[in-house]
């Protein structure tokens, strides 16, 4: 919350002066610190797929199950798949009953939810093991604020660790699994085909992501766009039309726009070049930027815990679904990217502000999974939420102003032409198809706009 309006400070300070150490914050101050602690970890998450240089895709899929997991943990557990986002999954969550016989009475539900969150990254990711340091400063932390007893860290880990092991064995069973055994990958010969580009020329990611389970789309096919325009040297064409178009518009691209295109990178494949040496550069992917939009909004608008729990999961798993059905179609339609047409048709010499990730080109993944996140932002906060994105300071970007998710999503959509990576109609087709699924997540999960704004009365249990 931002200074000077918190109405809880000198309740706090009053706390502190006058009453037992165990009872200094306050319940709402409480709710706070647990929520805080929640996006601070997930950032620890974030910070494992950084260095991982975790794709797209796959980023989006350990946010969901990291946060299935602290999900999970926080509701009741007498019938955990009849919880809100739970009963909703088109595969159930099964045999989860053996591992919820402990007993919730000597356990912090909030501490253990974050913990869960923590476990899950930990043995999901290939560098999770890093995260056993962000657990034990978990425990430091809510160790130091009094707000867990000694006796119940170890029953709160231990119920983490059992709702962890559920989801684990959960998304053993999505098909990830299997990636490797099947038919290797090969560009596809042919004009209008894509095929690897400068300076790194890596190979397709995840070309077989469109098997990956989703957790609410039943029928993939229902979500595919329709096809991209179709490859043309013609210059009257719809493809060479479009093709000039990204020539022109990154040709006299203002500050303001090379601005633009930086700040939605999102990039984790980004490879700078000295001599011979390749440098990967850090960057964040494009899960990973709406995660923290997603917490900026949860701690602008005052959330408790639970609330902000429950839109970060709804988020994660919708990008989860979005890359699903955009690789889908990547793999589908197949098409060249402007890098590689311009050079052949246009101008040999040119290259884009932003380097190319490695995949086919339609649908623009940013567009499809921001306009996804926005619209389930949206659904939840409201169309005319401001607020401040600071997810990309970390990385050396500056802030930027918004005066709605879907404001934010537009720019994240238009950066891809300003950046040279991306045609028009694959931009405007992925919001489209990003819509689409926001739309059906929220009816296929009840989720209407019946939150306020602000309200922290449903505190840490």
Same mark, same amino acid.
């Given at each position: 919350?931002?200074?000077?309006?918190?109405?809880?400070?000198?309740?706090?300070?009053?706390?502190?002066?006058?009453?037992?150490?165990f009872?200094?914050?306050s319940?709402?101050e409480?709710?706070?610190?647990?929520r805080?602690?929640?996006?601070e970890?997930?950032?620890?998450?974030?910070?494992?797929?950084?260095t991982?240089?975790?794709s797209?895709?796959g980023?989006?899929?350990?946010?969901?199950?990291?946060?299935?997991a602290?999900y999970l943990?926080y509701?009741?557990?007498?019938?955990l798949?009849?919880?809100?986002?739970?009963?909703?999954?088109?595969?159930?969550?099964?045999?989860l009953?053996?591992t919820?016989k402990?007993?919730k009475e000597?356990i912090n539900?909030?501490?253990?939810?974050?913990y869960?969150m *923590?476990e899950?990254g930990?043995?999901?990711?290939?560098?999770?093991?890093?995260?056993t340091?962000?657990?034990?400063?978990?425990?430091?932390?809510?160790?130091?604020?009094?707000?867990i /007893?000694?006796?119940?860290i170890?029953?709160s880990?231990?119920?983490a660790?059992?709702?962890?092991?559920?989801?684990?064995?959960?998304?053993?069973?999505?098909?990830y699994?299997?990636?490797s055994?099947?038919?290797?990958?090969s560009?596809?010969?042919?004009q209008?085909?894509?095929y690897?580009?400068?300076?790194?020329? *890596?190979?397709?990611?995840?070309?077989?992501?469109?098997t990956?389970?989703?957790?609410?789309?039943?029928?993939?096919?229902?979500?595919?766009?329709p096809?991209?325009?179709?490859?043309?040297?013609?210059?009257?064409?719809?493809f060479?039309t479009q093709?000039?178009?990204?020539?022109?518009v990154?040709?006299q691209l203002?500050?303001?726009? /090379?601005?633009i295109?930086?700040?939605?990178?999102?990039?984790?494949?980004?490879v700078?070049?000295?001599?011979h040496?390749?440098?990967g550069? /850090?960057?964040?992917?494009?899960?990973?930027?709406?995660?923290?939009?997603?917490?900026?909004a949860s701690? /602008?608008?005052g959330?408790g815990?639970?609330?902000?729990?429950?839109?970060h999961?709804?988020?994660?798993m919708?990008?989860?679904?979005?890359?699903?059905?955009?690789?889908?179609e990547?793999?589908?339609s197949d098409?060249i990217?402007?890098?590689t047409a311009i050079?052949?048709?246009?101008?040999?010499?040119?290259?884009?502000i932003?380097q190319t990730?490695?995949?086919?080109?339609?649908?623009?993944?940013?567009?499809?999974?921001?306009k996804?996140?926005a619209?389930?932002?949206?659904s939840y906060?409201?169309?005319?939420?401001?607020?401040?994105?600071?997810s990309?300071?970390?990385?050396?970007?500056p802030?930027?102003a918004?005066?709605?998710f879907?404001?934010?999503s537009?720019?994240a959509?238009?950066?891809r032409?300003y950046?040279?990576?991306h045609?028009?109609?694959?931009?405007?087709v992925?919001?489209q198809q990003g819509?689409?699924?926001?739309?059906?997540?929220?009816?296929?999960?009840?989720?209407?706009q019946?939150h306020?704004?602000?309200?922290s009365s449903?505190?840490?249990?």
């Open positions: 919350m931002s200074k000077g309006k918190n109405p809880y400070i000198l309740t706090f300070l009053f706390l502190v002066l006058t009453t037992p150490l009872a200094q914050i319940t709402t409480k709710d706070f610190f647990a805080d602690k929640m996006i970890h997930l950032f620890s998450i974030t910070d494992v797929m950084v991982d240089v975790t797209p895709p980023a989006a899929r350990f946010y969901g199950y990291s946060l299935l602290a943990v509701h009741d557990t007498e019938n798949n009849n919880a809100t986002l739970i009963k909703h999954l088109q595969s159930p969550i099964a045999n009953e053996p919820l402990l007993e000597n539900l909030a501490f253990a939810s974050t869960a *923590l899950v930990k043995n999901i990711m290939p560098s999770g093991k890093k995260l340091s962000a657990q034990e400063t978990l425990i430091s932390q809510y160790s130091k604020e009094k707000l /007893k000694k006796k119940e170890k029953r880990i231990i119920y660790e059992n709702i962890a092991t559920v989801v684990l064995n959960y998304a053993k069973e999505d098909g699994l299997q990636l055994t099947l038919k290797r990958y560009p596809t010969k042919g209008g085909k894509w690897p580009t400068p300076p790194a020329y *890596l190979a397709a990611i995840d070309p077989d992501w469109r990956i389970r989703p957790f609410f789309l039943e029928n993939l096919p229902s979500f595919s766009p096809a991209p325009a179709e490859y043309s040297e013609d210059k009257n064409s719809s060479f093709l000039t178009e990204v020539y022109e990154t040709t203002t500050e303001e726009q /090379k601005l295109a930086n700040f939605w990178d999102c990039n984790p494949f980004n700078s070049y000295s001599g040496m390749a440098i550069l /850090k960057k964040i992917s494009p899960g990973g930027h709406w995660m923290g939009i997603t917490g900026i701690q /602008k608008a959330l815990f639970e609330e902000s729990l429950y839109i999961t709804l988020v994660a919708g990008l989860h679904d979005a890359f699903i059905s955009c690789w889908d990547k793999y589908r098409r990217r402007p890098l050079n052949q048709l246009i101008d040999d010499t040119w290259r884009p932003l990730p490695p995949f086919p080109e339609y649908t623009s993944g940013h567009s499809v999974i921001s996804t996140s619209v389930l932002l949206t906060f409201g169309e005319n939420f401001k607020f401040i994105d600071t990309e300071v970390f990385f050396g970007l802030e930027r918004f005066d709605s879907l404001e934010a537009s720019e959509a238009i950066s032409l950046g040279g990576i045609f028009r109609d694959a931009i405007e992925g919001m819509e689409k699924i926001a739309n059906y997540i929220l009816e296929r999960t009840n989720t209407h019946n306020l704004i602000g309200t449903k505190t840490v249990k």
